[in-house]
Structure formats: structure tokens, C-alpha cells
T-cell receptor, first 112, second 115 residues
Framework: AAGVIQSPRHLIKEKRETATLKCYPI?????VYWYQQGPGQDPQFLIS???????DKGSIPDRFSAQQFSDYHSELNMSSLELGDSALYFC???????????FGQGTRLTVV | DQQVKQNSPSLSVQEGRISILNCDYT??????FLWYKKYPAEGPTFLIS?????DKNEDGRFTVFLNKSAKHLSLHIVPSQPGDSAVYFC??????????????FGKGTLLTVNP
């Protein structure tokens, strides 16, 4: 069965650079969530989209932005990267804001 | 403020015995609880869930118990198998009020099942 696809799997950027993470939800899933998991930390909710509209916002820095496109894929844009942005970034998707989101394999971002 | 707490960072059990992973929560708005399992370099995989209208949900070797008055839930795995070794995350969501079911996670418990 198709799962949530995230790209790239690994990304290395320098401080103050920009990064774009992509998420392709499970087919027919219309809700996307983004989470950030720092080293030794629990996943923290960043932002979510339902039917291409932002539906909720968590602890997402102002330097980050995200959107969901007409094909339901989502992109997380991160600017002015800081060392502390190094983390695993997970995308999850669900159908009609379903109760059990399915997670992608994550993008490991390293800022040097 | 950690709204979902997993106070045991790690747990080690023998193959064939029972594993009990615990989770506490503080937000009384939470009414849906999930357990995810995570292997290194992979995303969390859904394991089992329970709604606050129930106190027990069972799926094969996995059973989740919910004690609403104590704001406590536990995941029982019996019998434990070496392949169960992973990090287990407890997560909670508030499904009323249109909160779109974002999950609040605990810090996870690393379960090691020894052969």
C-alpha cells in the first residue's frame, strides 16, 4: 500500500541558508501534518493543512512557512536556518481529518 | 509544559514475558489516545488506539488500557518478542471543537526485548 512519501530523506544545509521539505500524502488523504523531532525529543506539532487551507498551527517559527497544493502535497519552507533547526521532520496524512494520521519516514535536516 | 508524559525512558524485558508501557496526560480535553512504534531511521507506525468512551482495546498481542479518572493509559504487549524492540510513543488528541486531531506526543519509551 502507498505510504506517505517525504523528500529528501537527508539534507545538509549551512546556517542562514534555506531548505524546502516535501511531503506527498497517501492517495485520497486531504489532511497533512508537519512535526519536528529534535535529538532525544518527542515529535512537536508544527502546522497542519486540510483541503489546502491551514487548519492549525503549533510551535512553528516565523522563519518557517508551509502550504498544501492542489494535488494535496505539502512543502515546508525553512529560511535563515539555525543550528537548532537540525532535527527529523515528519509529515503525516489522514483522510478528512481522520483520527489516525499515517507518518512518512521523515527528513533528517542537519544545519552546519 | 509536557501534556503527555512517559516517565520511563527505557524498559527491558525477556522474550515471552509481558511488557507494560505507561503514559500519563494532563489535558482533560484529550479524548483519543494512540500508541505509535518507531524504529531508528523510520517514521512512527500506528499500533493501537483507544477512545475515551472505552477503558480497554485489544488487538492481538497488544492491549491498551485507559483510566480516565487517573489520566493514565498503558500498553501491554504479551508475549513480548525481540521484534517488538523499538521506541514506543504515546500520543493524544482532542477530537471535539474542531481541533483537527493534531497529536501531542510523549517523549517515548525505548523497549528492548531480550531473547
Amino acid at each position: 500500500a502507498a505510504g506517505v512519501i517525504q523528500s529528501p530523506r537527508h539534507l545538509i544545509k549551512e546556517k542562514r541558508e534555506t531548505a524546502t521539505l516535501k511531503c506527498y500524502p497517501i492517495p485520497r488523504h486531504d489532511t497533512v501534518y508537519w512535526y519536528q523531532q529534535g535529538p532525544g525529543q518527542d515529535p512537536q506539532f508544527l502546522i497542519s493543512f486540510y483541503e489546502k487551507m491551514q487548519s492549525d498551527k503549533g510551535s512553528i517559527p516565523d522563519r518557517f512557512s508551509a502550504q498544501q497544493f492542489s494535488d494535496y502535497h505539502s512543502e515546508l519552507n525553512m529560511s535563515s536556518l539555525e543550528l537548532g533547526d537540525s532535527a527529523l521532520y515528519f509529515c503525516a496524512s489522514s483522510a478528512r481529518q481522520g483520527l489516525v494520521p499515517s507518518f512518512g519516514q521523515g527528513t533528517r535536516l542537519t544545519v552546519v | 509544559d509536557q501534556q503527555v508524559k512517559q516517565n520511563s525512558p527505557s524498559l527491558s524485558v525477556q522474550e515471552g514475558r509481558i511488557s507494560i508501557l505507561n503514559c500519563d496526560y494532563t489535558n482533560s480535553m484529550f479524548d483519543y489516545f494512540l500508541w505509535y512504534k518507531k524504529y531508528p531511521a523510520e517514521g512512527p507506525t500506528f499500533l493501537i488506539s483507544i477512545s475515551s468512551i472505552k477503558d480497554k482495546n485489544e488487538d492481538g498481542r497488544f492491549t491498551v488500557f485507559l483510566n480516565k479518572s487517573a489520566k493514565h493509559l498503558s500498553l501491554h504487549i504479551v508475549p513480548s518478542q525481540p521484534g517488538d524492540s523499538a521506541v514506543y510513543f504515546c500520543a493524544a488528541s482532542a477530537t471535539s471543537g474542531g481541533s483537527n486531531y493534531k497529536l501531542t506526543f510523549g517523549k517515548g519509551t525505548l523497549l528492548t526485548v531480550n531473547p
